[in-house]
């Protein structure tokens, strides 16, 4: 299924592991007043999502996360873990990339995929010790706001690997106005 066309369409339920605990259902966490912002990042370990999980991790001013946000951070991979941190949202692992594929999350390969904050982490990641092969396909991120029962509300096909949500404020902010929009509803 493309991206593109999931919008009205929902996701089947299915049960979910997180680093701490198996078996989470995925309708549950679709429950609540809030519609859920789910984003799907490459694997834990790669330096964009690293990057991006310390921006979730920062808190916001002036007073920690935004009240009401409801998110879910989505890795193709079972390592997720992040020593001694709180995520304000579950974190889905997705070891065999089930979701990736069925939501039809793109991969790119090369110069099209590196926006010039790509370069900058992947800049600090390799002085850090990061070996990558440039050439190889990657993952660009997925953002969907998803209502009751799995239902897709919202969708955006990240162009870069860097095409995502900056930090908390810009995913409730995300939520907030896919939540208006239905609201206010048809022109």
């Not at 609540?32 to 990042?41: A, D, H, S, Y």
């Amino acid at each position: 299924m493309s991206s593109e066309h999931l919008v009205g369409t929902s996701i089947p339920r299915f049960t979910f592991d997180t680093p701490t605990k198996p078996g989470n259902d995925f309708y549950a966490l679709c429950e609540g007043e809030q519609p859920l912002v789910m984003i799907f990042l490459p694997a834990f370990d790669h330096p964009v999502t690293r990057e991006y999980l310390t921006h979730y991790l920062r808190p916001t001013p002036p007073a920690g996360r935004p009240a009401g946000l409801r998110g879910a951070l989505l890795g193709p991979d079972g390592g997720a873990r992040h020593p001694g941190a709180e995520f304000p949202f579950p974190i889905i692992c997705d070891a065999p990339g089930v979701l990736y594929s069925y939501l039809g999350v793109e991969q790119a390969r090369g110069l099209r995929s590196w926006s010039f904050a790509a370069q900058r982490i992947y800049k600090t990641a390799k002085e850090q010790g990061y070996r990558y092969d440039s050439s190889a396909p990657q993952i660009l991120p997925l953002t969907l706001v998803v209502g009751h029962l799995g239902k897709v509300l919202f969708t955006h096909s990240g162009r870069s690997q860097t095409d995502l949500p900056e930090d908390c404020t810009a995913i409730r902010e995300i939520a907030r106005e896919v939540a208006s929009t239905l609201a206010a509803g048809p022109e």
